[in-house]
Antibody, heavy 120, light 107 residues
Framework: QVQLQESGPGLVKPSGTLSLTCAVS?????????WSWVRQPPGKGLEWIGE???????NYNPSLKSRVTISVDKSKNQFSLKLSSVTAADTAVYYC?????????????WGKGTTVTVSS | DIQMTQSPSSLSASVGDRVTITCRAS??????LNWYQQKPGKAPKLLIY???SLQSGVPSRFSGSGSGTDFTLTISSLQPEDFATYYC?????????FGPGTKVDIK
């Protein structure tokens, strides 16, 4: 079955750019699914960041849109997140997830998450 | 934005109890409502999609209902492994939003 694995630096300096990758295994990123990023600050709830389709079409959370870029690399079967001009408020666990087909937009497969701390 | 609220924010219950969690959307979302369970240090797990469809592999003690703006997640007989935080999520809008969560702990 499909599995997702996030990777990237665990520590990012303020004003820097957070870069994460989600590797897709057990399936193709070119399937009929959207692929999402969700984050969770320490002790808080879930925040949707955005999503991408293998064609490159994207949807972003307007609250982050000016700082976010999500891209797909079909040759590596992975998708990526870049968040620029980070502050301490961007410290969170970052999850990648698959939006299931036939689930009316529910995220049916999740990565384990990766913790990113913004600190100097 | 579609705002999602949940009640209660937390509850204490005993094994075997029937538990009901409510989620309300700020506007009609038809049946585009999903429920997730999250345990500490773990990723969310999809329980219910499209308001009432049970995700494959999820025990039948979990059920969902509702449409429009008001939705319910019910656990018919709470089991030890069900102590967790539950989130609703709307997928009606291209701006996906989650509820604030309901923490279910042991009484």
């Amino acid at each position: 079955q499909v599995q997702l694995q996030e990777s990237g630096p665990g520590l990012v300096k303020p004003s820097g750019t957070l870069s994460l990758t989600c590797a897709v295994s057990g399936g193709s990123i070119s399937s009929s699914n959207w692929w999402s990023w969700v984050r969770q600050p320490p002790g808080k709830g879930l925040e949707w960041i955005g999503e991408i389709y293998h064609s490159g079409s994207t949807n972003y959370n307007p609250s982050l849109k000016s700082r976010v870029t999500i891209s797909v690399d079909k040759s590596k079967n992975q998708f990526s997140l870049k968040l620029s001009s980070v502050t301490a408020a961007d410290t969170a666990v970052y999850y990648c997830a698959r939006v299931g087909t036939g689930t009316t937009g529910a995220m049916d497969v999740w990565g384990k998450g990766t913790t990113v701390t913004v600190s100097s | 934005d579609i705002q999602m609220t949940q009640s209660p924010s937390s509850l204490s219950a005993s094994v075997g109890d029937r538990v009901t969690i409510t989620c309300r959307a700020s506007q009609s979302i038809s049946s585009y409502l999903n429920w997730y369970q999250q345990k500490p240090g773990k990723a969310p797990k999809l329980l219910i999609y499209a308001a009432s469809s049970l995700q494959s592999g999820v025990p039948s003690r979990f059920s969902g209902s509702g449409s429009g703006t008001d939705f319910t997640l019910t656990i018919s007989s709470l089991q030890p492994e069900d102590f967790a935080t539950y989130y609703c999520q709307q997928s009606y809008s291209t701006l996906i939003t989650f509820g604030p969560g309901t923490k279910v702990d042991i009484k």
